[in-house]
């Protein structure tokens, strides 16, 4: 298991490199920088509790605020997002900025069971 964090923290890690010529970067440096932080961590130790849901929290809000634009552009009947780099209209750049957010949060969404599962009993209860 510990490589496969450490493999997950090494993509978030790329994710947040790649959103630095974006006009938002450091939104997205700390979005995908927290989960790669929370991976990393998982292969050594247990992350604190707080900190995966703080993110989780972050990333399943902003990608909620995103919806009405997803809908959208599904209405639109689905134009490719993976074209041009430039999109050109908002709803495409904000459906990718969706579908980066619901990796983000299944990972996120992945780290609440591992760490739910590593979590020791106190002896005697």
Same mark, same amino acid.
């Given at each position: 298991m510990k490589y496969f964090h450490l493999l997950v923290a090494v993509l978030f890690l790329l994710f947040a490199y790649w959103q630095l010529n974006d006009p938002d970067w450091p939104l997205w440096v700390l979005m995908y920088g927290?989960?790669?932080?929370?991976?990393?961590?998982?292969?050594?130790? &247990?992350?604190?509790?707080?900190?995966?849901f703080v993110a989780l929290t972050a990333s399943a809000l902003w990608m909620g605020s995103l919806i009405p634009d997803l809908i959208e552009w599904?209405?639109?009947?689905?134009? =490719?997002?993976?074209? &041009?780099?430039?999109?050109?209209?908002? @709803?495409?750049?904000? =459906?990718?900025?969706?579908?980066?957010?619901?990796?983000? =949060?299944?990972?996120?969404?992945? @780290?609440?069971?591992?760490?739910r599962d590593r979590v020791q009993p106190i002896a005697g209860k």
């Open positions: 927290s989960v790669a932080v929370i991976a990393g961590w998982s292969a050594v130790a &247990q992350p604190p509790r707080l900190l995966i599904i209405n639109d009947g689905m134009p =490719t997002i993976a074209g &041009q780099m430039k999109a050109e209209s908002p @709803y495409i750049e904000l =459906t990718r900025e969706f579908f980066g957010l619901l990796i983000c =949060t299944l990972a996120l969404i992945g @780290y609440v069971v591992v760490s």
